[in-house]
């Protein structure tokens, strides 16, 4: 990158694993974990979190106000989840 990305204002993912859906305190978990993990996003990747002895991926699908956006005050950061379509069959 030959400037630095802009501030994100919206992050939305699309949770990968069914133990998304068994975190207490998804905002809490995702503003530690993602400012560890990364100071910048791009859309249309995956990022793998650790959650106790496993992993759990998420999907990058939109961000806004760019493609890729720095995280660094993610506590600002407003963000969105698509359903998990695995998740919702199995519901069903």
Request: hydrophobic share 40%.
């Amino acid at each position: 990158l030959k400037e630095p990305p802009v501030k994100a204002t919206k992050i939305c993912l699309k949770p990968l694993n069914e133990e998304f859906y068994e975190i207490e305190d998804i905002k809490t978990y995702l503003e530690t974990w993602l400012k560890k993990m990364a100071i910048t996003l791009c859309e249309n990747t995956i990022i793998n979190l650790p959650y106790f002895e496993d992993v759990i991926s998420v999907y990058v699908a939109k961000l806004e106000p760019a493609t890729i956006v720095s995280i660094y005050e993610i506590e600002e950061v407003e963000i969105d989840f698509l359903p998990m379509d695995e998740y919702k069959k199995k519901a069903e």
